[in-house]
DNA sequence: GTCTCAACAGGAGGGCCGTA
DNA sequence: TACGGCCCTCCTGTTGAGAC
């Protein structure tokens, strides 16, 4: 139920997919010669299509999961894991809700005093499948077939780079929640710097990916990058203490674009409050004027 | 020639809305 | 209520540039 993501839970994807209402040739590629595949592989040089059928599966299937994921962490602190949260004060509409947010109360209509953390995902599947007599059989890691899975895309981590923005940018009401990219893959080394940039910004809290062993025959793949801005979890406690580390401490997401002289004069009255919650709360509030 | 990366293109599915 | 059109989000293959 609450695992992180394996061989076993893609297995379930397409298990469950064909029993309730998939062909298998809306899940797989069939090659020149019969094969029904989940992606092409990389020695494959017959004809090829672009399957789409499966893509609102996976999706589906992989927002589900992460609710499943969260579900249990969440009910222990009296929360609820939500999928599809729609808050119009912070950019979550009807036609661009949160994926999946851990929230103080069920509803898919939240105020965004009663969002604790938004999560967006991006994973699909990472192995490659062949579908042989009902059966199927694993024939390799995402480095032998041709596709480009979840967060090892760069429109992928675009998008939810993008995604986060736009909330975060909808108002100061998102300021205090944040935000997570949750996937199944690694993330590629030119994105290293650049996901730790974001965190230190304040933008978007972690890019977590799921799936502890996503390469076959222990091969190597990044466990975090140096400022933990992407990590990969290994298992459920190390998940979820990184989910307690971050929602423990309320915190606030501030921007600027100010002078050194604006700036200075800002801290010097700031500094003139009592406490240093006070003093920062004054630092926001001129900030943001 | 091969590999990696970013940008682009594209179809399926689903929700919403106006119209008959 | 049913239907069609529009738009958005989903994921994946293709293409071209650059590095080696």
């Not at 609450?2 to 397409?14: G, H, N, S």
């Not at 996976?58 to 927002?63: A, L, P, V, Y």
């Not at 006070?278 to 900030?287: D, G, P, R, W």
Request: aromatic fraction near 12%; include cysteine.
């Amino acid at each position: 139920m609450y695992e992180l993501w394996t061989k076993e839970k893609e297995i379930e994807f397409f298990r469950q997919s064909l029993e309730n209402f998939a062909e298998p040739e809306q899940l797989f590629y069939i090659s020149d010669n019969g094969k029904y595949y989940a992606y092409w592989p990389k020695s494959y040089k017959g004809k090829k299509f672009t399957l789409q059928s499966r893509n609102a599966l996976i999706g589906n299937f992989t927002e589900k999961y992460s609710v499943d994921l969260l579900q249990n962490f969440a009910k222990e602190r009296n929360l609820y894991a939500v999928q599809g949260v729609i808050c119009k004060e912070i950019g979550l509409t009807p036609q661009s809700p949160s994926d999946v947010a851990i929230c103080k109360f069920k509803s898919r209509e939240q105020k965004a005093e009663d969002i604790v953390a938004i999560f967006e995902v991006k994973m699909s599947i990472v192995w490659n499948w062949e579908y042989r007599n009902g059966k199927l059989i694993c024939i390799g890691d995402y480095k032998t077939h041709q596709g480009n899975p979840g967060l090892l895309r760069s429109d992928s981590m675009l998008k939810a780079i993008g995604k986060s923005i736009n909330i975060r940018v909808s108002g100061y009401k998102a300021s205090k929640i944040p935000i997570i990219i949750l996937g199944n893959t690694p993330i590629t080394e030119s994105y290293f710097n650049k996901v730790d940039h974001l965190k230190k910004a304040g933008i978007i809290q972690g890019f977590w990916s799921t799936n502890p062993n996503p390469l076959d025959n222990n091969g190597e793949n990044i466990k975090s990058t140096k400022h933990k801005g992407f990590i990969r979890f290994d298992s459920i406690q190390e998940l979820y203490n990184a989910l307690d580390e971050l929602l423990i401490e309320e915190m606030e997401f501030f921007s600027s674009m100010k002078s050194k002289k604006q700036l200075g004069q800002i801290i010097e009255i700031a500094n003139r409050e009592a406490t240093y919650e006070q003093k920062a709360e004054k630092f926001l509030k001129l900030i943001r004027e």
